[in-house]
């Protein structure tokens, strides 16, 4: 079975500061890693993906398959960063997601 | 930028009820899904669609949910008889199917069974 896990609920950070998501995943075969954001009453978004290796909006994330996670990384947070952050799995080839419960990221000016 | 919609954005009902939520997926999107968001809880799949059958389904989806595609444009998802713990926000989503496409989300249905 797919597992993700998003440890934190909460994660207030201020303006400027660094801002690490941990994500881990269980999961035996071949996964697809993403991360979704979703801003205040806004609709769900991919924010990036493991395959594309893309930086969007500064965040970063490293698929590691040895500690089976999938950190989501900024070094200096914004005030617009502030948002809801999921990450989520699904099986290569097959889109069905699995979700973490996601972070609450609030910035402080 | 085409967008998935979903209607309507907040339903109330009495338990025992039939509900209806409806999806409009982006127009040449292939692959169709439900999952739906317990307050506080994960968002969990509940079904995937393609070619005008379920492609899979999890264990939430049981008897007393349907879903149906019946215009070529809407796509509906329909729980028989509600029950409390059905009340959750429930997001539709699309997909092209071709390869390194992801999937697009509606901006979700709150369902509540009072």
């Known amino acids: 079975a797919q597992r993700v896990t998003q440890p934190e609920k909460l994660l207030s950070v201020f303006k400027g500061a660094p801002v690490e998501l941990k994500c881990n995943y269980s999961?035996?075969?071949?996964?697809?890693l993403f991360w979704y954001v979703q801003y205040s009453r806004q609709r769900l978004q991919l924010l990036l993906r493991?395959?594309s290796r893309e930086s969007i909006k500064g965040f970063t994330a490293d698929l590691n398959k040895g500690e089976t996670s999938f950190h989501l990384k900024k070094p200096f947070a914004q005030e617009e960063d502030s948002a809801m952050y999921y990450c989520a799995l699904c099986r290569y080839g097959n889109n069905r997601l699995a979700f973490g419960k996601g972070n609450q990221v609030v910035v402080i000016p | 930028e085409p967008e998935v919609t979903q209607t309507p954005s907040h339903q109330v009902t009495q338990m025992g009820q039939e509900v209806i939520l409806r999806c409009v997926p982006i127009s040449n999107h292939l692959y169709f899904y439900w999952y739906r968001q317990i307050l506080g809880q994960k968002v969990e799949f509940l079904v995937s669609?393609?070619?005008?059958?379920?492609?899979?389904k999890s264990e939430i989806f049981d008897d007393q949910f349907s879903v149906e595609r019946p215009d070529g444009s809407n796509f509906t998802l329909k729980i028989r008889s509600t029950k409390l713990e059905d009340s959750a926000m429930y997001f539709c989503?699309?997909?092209?199917?071709?390869?390194?496409?992801?999937?697009?989300f509606g901006p979700g249905t709150r369902l509540t069974v009072l």
């Open positions: 999961y035996s075969g071949s996964p697809e």
């Open positions: 669609f393609y070619n005008n059958e379920i492609s899979e």
């Open positions: 989503a699309s997909i092209t199917g071709e390869a390194a496409d992801t999937q697009y």
């Open positions: 493991h395959i």
